[in-house]
DNA sequence: AATGAATGAGTTTTCATTCAT
DNA sequence: CATGAATGAAAACTCATTCAT
C-alpha cells in the first residue's frame, strides 16, 4: 500500500518537505496537549511557525495533519526499530533484546503512541486504511522475528499463534503508553520490561518442552 | 471513591434515572457512529427523544454526557462480568471459563468498550478519575481471581506478577475490540478466546513446575 | 394617572398582596445584585419562595415584575416622604428639615433608587410613563413646598423655577445614590447633607434680598 | 489610569482603528434604541457593516462593545469641552461660559450621554473602573476651574464645597440629557442653561458678600 | 510563496413561557 | 391554586477555510 499523497499547492518539493516537518512538530506538541479536536489550526500554524495562510498552502484541511501526523509516528517508531532490529538472530536472546528494544521505544515516544491511539479514530474513512496498515507493519516485524524463530527451531508455533502473538507484543508494549497512569506507578520500565518479557516468554516457549 | 453525581434539574428522582437512560441510550448510538466531538447536543436530544431544552434540564455541560456514558458502560460490563463469575473456584478451569467469560463480554459490548477507549480521554480533569477508577476495578476483578488461585497453590505469582497479568488480561482482551479491523479478520471470537487462553495461562502457569 | 394594573390569574385579590409582596422583596435583592436583565425568572421565583409555575400565576411576564418593582420603590420613597413632610410650615427651617429627610430616605433606599434608575429604562413602551409619573409625583412633592413657601414670601421665585428647582433638589438627592462609588468617599451623610442644603438654599434664596 | 486595551486579533492598527470606529457607531444607535442587552452581537456586526466572524475579530466578548462604547463617549465629550474651555480666564463670566459650554455638549451627545448612564452598570468590575475613572476626569475640569476661581479671589470655598460643587455641575448637565422626558417639554435649551446658570452661580456665589 | 483579514455555518447553552398533572 | 417538566427560539461565540494583496 502506498503512501497515501496529501496535496500542496507549493511546489518546491523540498520546502513543502521542510514546512510539514516544522508542522509536524507543532502539531504533536498540541495533540499530546489538547487532542485533535481541541487544537485549531491557527494554533498548529502558530506552533509551526507561520501564518494560517501558509499552513493551508501545505494542506487542503485540517484532517491533513493529523495524517501526516500518524504517519509520521509511525515512521519514527519504525525506523527506532529497524536501526537495532536489523541484526535479529533467531535466538531467546535476540528475542528478548527485540522486545526490550520496542518496549523503550513505546517509553521514549508515549506521547506520539498515545496521540496515535486516541486520535487515529477521527481520519477520514480515506486514510484510515493508510494508517491501519503501518500499524500492521508494526506487528509484521514481530512476526518476522517469530517467524524466524520458528523456522529455526527456537519455538514452536502455528501460523495462527504467530500472528496473535505479534499482535500480543505490540499491544503489550502499547499498554505502558495508554495504560501509564496506573502502570507507572507500580514499575519502573526496567521492572515492566523483565516482567512482561517473562510473560510473553513462557507463553510462546511453553510448547518448546 | 463515590460516584460523581452529574447535577440535574428536575427533582423527580426516577424521571432523571428514566431520561437519563434515554440519554445514554441515544449517545452511545452515536459515539459509536461519530464519536464525541462530531456529535452535537441537539443530536443527542434527539436520539434520546427529547428537546435540547429538555436535555440540559438533566445535564449541566455536554461534557456530562460523556460522563454519563462511560459510566454506564462500566457498570454494564461489571454487571454481566458478576452475573457469572461470583461462583469462581480458583481451578484452572475456572480460571479458563473467567476469561472465557469475559471476552465474550467484550465482544458483546465491543462498540461500547471502543467508545469509551477512544473518547474517556475527552472527559474533563474533574471526571477522568473517576472512570480511571472503574476501569481499575475491572483490573481488580481479575486480580482477586488470580489471589485465590495462587493461595490455592494453583499459581504461583508474586504480588507484581498479579497486578501486571490482570492488566494483561484486561487488555489482552479489550484488544478485541480495539484491533477488530484486524483480528475479526483472522479469527472467531472462539478461536481468538483459545488462542488468547492457552497464552495467557502458559504465561501465567509456567512457574508451576 | 391610574395605576397600572398587572392581571393575575389568580382571583383571590388578598392572596395576590401577599404574593406579590414576597415577589417584589425577592425580585429587589436579586435586582440590586446583578440587574433585571441577568436576573431569571427562576431566581425571582425562588427567591419569592414559590415555584415558577406559580411565579407566572400573578404575572403575565418577566418584565412585570420590573414594573411592580419600580412601582413598590416609588410608593416606599413616597410613604416615608409623607411620613414627615406633610406638616410642612414654610418656613427655610421647614424646608431645610424636608430636604434632610428627602436625602436621609434616598440613604436608607439607596439601593432601591439605584435599581430604579438603571433598570427603569428596560420597561416597555406601555408601563414606563405610569413610572415616570410616579417620578413627577415625587418632583410635585418639593413642588408643592416650593411653593407654599412663595406664596408665604419665604423665596421669590417663577413657576418656572420653582419646576426647575424641585427637579433640581430631586436629583441632587438621588444624586447620593447613583454616585456614591465617589461620593461616600468624601462625605458622610451628614456633611453631604448639609453641604447640599446650604448650596440649594443659596441658589434659591438669594433673591429674596 | 491606564486606557483598557481590548485585544484584537487583527494585527493592523489601522484597520483596528478603523473597524472599531465602524463597530463603537453601529453599537451606539443600537444601544440609544434598545439598551445594551437587547441588541444582540449579530446586530452590532451588521449595524458595523461586516459579518458576526469579524466582529469577533475585534473584540474577545460583547461587554468589549460597551467598554468600547463607553470609552469613546467620553473621549467625545471631553474633546469637546477641551476645544473651548482651555482658555479659561477665571471671571464669572468665563466660568458661566464654561456651564453654558458643557450644557450645549450635553444637549448635542444626549443620546450618547444617556446610553452611557443607562448602560456602564453592565461593565464587568473589570472595566467600571476605568469608566468611572473617566467620570471623574468630567468632574475634575469643573474642579480646577472652581479651584483657578477660589485662588483669583473670585470665589470663596473650601475643598470639600470645590469637590461637591464640581459633581453638582456635572449632574445638574446631565440631567438635560436624563430627565429629558420632562425637562424638554418644559424649557427650550437656552432657558435651561440660563436658569441653572442663574442657580448654580447663586449657590456658589453668596460667600462672596 | 506568504500573509492574515474576512466569512458564516455551526456549536453550546440559556431562559421565558406554557401546560398537563 | 400550585407545581415543575418540557419546550425551542435565540443568544454568544468559535473556527475551518478562502482569497485578495
Redesign the interface.
Known amino acids: 500500500m502506498k503512501k497515501r499523497e496529501v496535496p500542496a499547492s507549493v511546489k518546491d518539493e523540498r520546502l513543502v518537505k521542510k514546512r510539514r516537518n516544522e508542522m509536524i512538530k507543532g502539531a504533536i506538541a498540541l495533540f499530546k496537549q489538547k487532542?485533535f479536536?481541541r487544537t485549531t489550526t491557527r494554533e498548529i500554524a502558530k506552533a509551526s511557525g507561520f501564518s494560517i495562510g501558509t499552513l493551508y498552502e501545505y494542506i487542503r484541511q485540517k484532517e491533513d495533519v493529523l495524517y501526516l501526523v500518524c504517519d509520521r509516528i509511525y515512521d519514527e517508531v519504525r525506523e527506532r526499530m529497524e536501526k537495532d532490529i536489523g541484526t535479529h538472530h533467531a535466538t531467546v536472546e535476540s528475542f528478548k533484546l527485540a522486545i526490550a528494544h520496542y518496549f523503550k521505544v513505546v517509553d521514549d515516544l508515549q506521547d506520539e503512541v498515545l496521540v496515535m491511539y486516541?486520535e487515529a479514530?477521527?481520519l477520514s474513512k480515506e486514510s484510515l486504511p493508510y494508517v491501519?496498515n503501518k500499524?500492521?507493519q508494526m506487528?509484521a516485524i514481530f512476526e518476522e522475528i517469530l517467524q524466524t524463530c520458528v523456522q529455526n527451531g527456537v519455538f514452536q508455533l502455528t501460523e495462527?499463534?504467530i500472528?496473535?502473538?505479534a499482535?500480543?507484543i505490540v499491544?503489550?508494549g502499547q499498554?505502558w503508553a495508554f495504560?501509564r497512569?496506573?502502570?507507572h506507578k507500580?514499575?519502573t520500565l526496567d521492572?515492566?520490561i523483565e516482567?512482561?518479557t517473562e510473560?510473553?516468554l513462557?507463553?510462546?516457549?511453553?510448547k518448546r518442552s
Open positions: 487532542g479536536h486516541q479514530k477521527s491501519l500499524e500492521m506487528v495462527q499463534e500472528k496473535l502473538f499482535h500480543n499491544v503489550l499498554m495504560r497512569w496506573s502502570l507500580m514499575y521492572e515492566f516482567l512482561q510473560f510473553l513462557r507463553g510462546i516457549l511453553q
